[in-house]
């Protein structure tokens, strides 16, 4: 390694510390994918009753990532954990169809929020995997994302069983990135 390099490096340390905000409905993949991002274990998950955070490197950041449970008697408490996001990610079960509409209207509240007002957004459409799973583009035209005008945002084809398109979204996250508390 080159001394300019290792001069970058130092400067650049200690990674600044970022929160991201996963939400999203009840079984739609969350903790799935941060243990994917974690690197770890993605075959004994069970329902998540209050939430969980795990805190992974990326990019120079150190993301603390919270995933908060998405059983309808669980919303409620989403908004306690809205303060100092600095992007949210939103998770879709997209062979979910029955429930596309009710996630479109908590996505939508969600936008209403003062304290997630121009948080950047990555909408995760996970579980691609699956056959019946409907495309990216084709929920993002469902949901009305042209009309988000007050926020970065990006959709993000993905299966967090199989970790296709995850990088792909995170690097989204890092490169959007809103420092609005320093
Ligand atoms: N096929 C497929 N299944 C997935 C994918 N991601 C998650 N699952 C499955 O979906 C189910 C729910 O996943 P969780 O990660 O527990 O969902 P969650 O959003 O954390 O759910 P709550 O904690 O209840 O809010 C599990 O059986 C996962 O294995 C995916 O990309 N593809
Ligand atoms: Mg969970």
Known sequence: MGLLSILRRLKQSPDQEVRLLLLGLDNSGKTT???QLAAEDISHITPTQGFNIKSVQSSGFKLNVWDIGGQRKIRPYWRNYFENTDVLIYVIDSSDRKRLE????ELAELLDEEKLAAVPLLIFANKQDLMTATPASE??????LHTIRDR???VQACSALTAEGVQDGMTWVCR????RKK
């Open 152 to 154: 970065m945002w990006q």
């Open 139 to 144: 929920l993002a035209e469902s949901l009305h």
């Open 33 to 35: 994918l941060l243990k």
């Open 102 to 105: 009710e996630t479109g209207l």
């Open 176 to 179: 959007n990135i809103s420092f």
